[in-house]
């Protein structure tokens, strides 16, 4: 269902329960100084002064003016959402000095709202036609917790705009085809960020370093083909699917810098945060995952490498992972080797919880999975009672027939031993 029709099914209900005959038409008022409008063609003149919460949704307001609330001084929650609302007239909300929420979502609004209040608490302008941030568009909002900016038309943003904002606590910016970013993120408070479905390759070093709150980092779908260095040791959810990852590679997560005083390359190391719990990855072109790009991550609890190309999973990897509680394989094509018993081995004392892992190859194991299926496991217990059989064969021949066959049946057998 479309968002904005859930919305009219949730104003309509009220409407029709107990119409308030004081209430402008077709608006619904309760006891805790809140109404709810629907289909109207302007902010309606009768609301009482002692408003405080306004919700309009499916209506026709072009434009927002001052003479709208100029009433309306303990104002401080208005929703307005599917209106064609197009502009806003200067300082409408500067005197609402007790306005926390504004949210003008799915609308048609071309700029940011001037001089809004300083009590503002919470901005969300998603869905709208923003093109550009100014600095002066958060001057003063120093206690602004939510900045939700997501699915409008900016290509480019520098952070130092949001230089005043001192208590963001959670900044979205998804799907606004943004190509680059830039300037420092100097948000100490910031616990949540999301900048999903852009067009970003890369980022500058250290941009996610002063970050030291942030708990969680949403990347997914952008064109990044490294995991971005230096995040902070606070974070505990990393989402980078949909990417261009082609390798979890310890090379990845590597800094050289030009040490002048002993005139040469020095290498640092710069691994991911140890205290991730989650790590999503899914839909990249990752081929290979390697034990030194997991080894430090005791706290994680997911791991998603759903949709992409990887063909084997060693065991290692995994005993460095001893809270692993989901696991998500599907899409990837898997080489049902039986040194995947051992990685099944691994996962199962955990008690991990596996989506996924259909075999791609061999032909006998195509569609099986290696973590269930009967018929793989009976394939492999074949092969091992085959290599039991060659090695006893081994041991009756003389020196001189064994040297000549040794290496043919150890490079047969090898990839099916267990340790």
Known sequence: MHLCDALLILFLFPLYNGLNPTCPRKCNCDSTRAVECYRIIEIPRELPSTIRRIYISHSKIKQLQISDFSRMSGLEELILACSGTESVEINTFKSLDKLKTL?????????????????????KLGDNSLSILL???????KNLRVLDVQNNMILALSFSILYSLCNLQSLTLDGNNMESVSGSLKLFKLKYMSMENNKLHSFSANL??????????????NFLTKVPL????????LKLERNQLKMIRFQDLL?????????????FLLRLPDTLTRLDLKGNN?????????????QLQVLNLRNNNISALNCSVLEFLP??????????????????????????????EVKGGLCSVPAESQGESWMSSKKFLQLCEDHLQSAEKGKEIGKKMNTDDFSSLRANVDDYYYDYEID
Not at 255 to 267: I, P, R, S
Not at 288 to 298: A, C, D, F, R, T
Not at 327 to 352: E, F, H, I, Q, S
Request: charged residues 20%.
């Open 323 to 352: 809270r692993l509680r989901y696991l998500y394989l599907d899409g990837n094509p898997w080489n049902c080797t039986c040194d995947l018993l051992g990685t099944r081995r691994v996962l199962m004392a955990k008690g991990t």
């Open 208 to 221: 996610f370093a002063p970050l030291q709150n942030l708990q969680l980092l949403n990347l997914n779908g």
């Open 135 to 141: 600095d002066s568009d958060f001057d003063g909002l």
């Open 255 to 267: 800094l050289w810098f030009y040490n002048e005083t002993c005139a040469q390359l020095v290498l």
């Open 103 to 123: 949210e003008l979502w799915k609308n048609k609004i071309k700029h940011i709202p001037t001089s809004l209040p300083p009590s503002l608490e919470v901005l």
């Open 286 to 298: 990752i081929q290979e995952v390697g034990e030194q790009e997991l080894k430090n991550l005791k």
């Open 230 to 237: 230096d995040l902070p040791k606070s974070l505990l959810s």
